[in-house]
Antibody, heavy 118, light 110 residues
Framework: QVQLVQSGAEVREPGASVRVSCQAY????????MHWVRQAPGQGLEWMGI????????HYAQKFQGRVTVTRDTSATTVYMELSSLRSEDTAVYYC???????????WGQGTLVTVSS | QTVVTQEPSLTVSPGGTVTLTCASN?????????ANWFQQKPGQAPRALIY???NKHSWTPARFSGSLLGSKAALTLSGVQPEDEADYYC??????????FGGGTKLTVL
């Protein structure tokens, strides 16, 4: 069955970077976009960025431009999200979610808690 | 800056009907915004309910429906159940660019 399995919780100091992975199972990986979404404690969902099925095109929310990089390894059916220059406000649960082109969102990862603290 | 607005909170009685809406500060929401709706319960990942305005997933209960209502996207729950108490988020696509979430609606079943 379809599963998106994310890497485990991370703790980073301010100014550091973090990379979160999302490994896909149970479907044709190259047919779907993958999105990254985050949720700060007690807050709503925030869209961060997307990578297209072939991995050659990305688009990021303006807020994260220059700090976020999304990549994919098709052979490993894994998508990565790297966020740099971390600050305390980046403490959040980070989710991956897949989309069949045309606005068909369905499966989400279980979430990865990233804590930024000195 | 693109802003998507939802009702912060709504209360509905069990068995009742409630409509949640999703508006864009750029103008009327149309089918081209591919509105998606998600349900999130405490401590859980979001769960997809509706895609591309009005299409249900295989797991979406029949009491949930999506539509366009005036200039907004809408999610209607008919015959609300206690287990529908949750946060609900809409997500809109902006051509050539980002997706943007609404701020979420906290639905209380009381």
């Amino acid at each position: 069955q379809v599963q998106l399995v994310q890497s485990g919780a991370e703790v980073r100091e301010p100014g550091a970077s973090v990379r979160v992975s999302c490994q896909a199972y149970g479907y044709t990986f190259s047919n779907y976009y993958m999105h990254w979404v985050r949720q700060a404690p007690g807050q709503g969902l925030e869209w961060m960025g997307i990578i297209n099925p072939n991995g050659f095109s990305t688009h990021y929310a303006q807020k994260f431009q220059g700090r976020v990089t999304v990549t994919r390894d098709t052979s490993a059916t894994t998508v990565y999200m790297e966020l740099s220059s971390l600050r305390s406000e980046d403490t959040a649960v980070y989710y991956c979610a897949r989309e069949l082109p045309g606005g068909f969102f369905d499966y989400w990862g279980q979430g990865t808690l990233v804590t930024v603290s000195s | 800056q693109t802003v998507v607005t939802q009702e912060p909170s709504l209360t509905v009685s069990p068995g009742g009907t409630v409509t949640l809406t999703c508006a864009s500060n750029t103008g009327a929401v149309t089918s081209g915004y591919y509105a998606n709706w998600f349900q999130q319960k405490p401590g859980q990942a979001p769960r997809a309910l509706i895609y591309s305005t009005n299409n249900k997933h295989s797991w979406t209960p029949a009491r949930f429906s999506g539509s366009l209502l005036g200039s907004k996207a809408a999610l209607t729950l008919s015959g609300v159940q206690p287990e529908d108490e949750a946060d609900y988020y809409c997500l809109l696509y902006y051509y050539g660019g980002p997706w943007v979430f609404g701020g979420g609606t906290k639905l209380t079943v009381l």
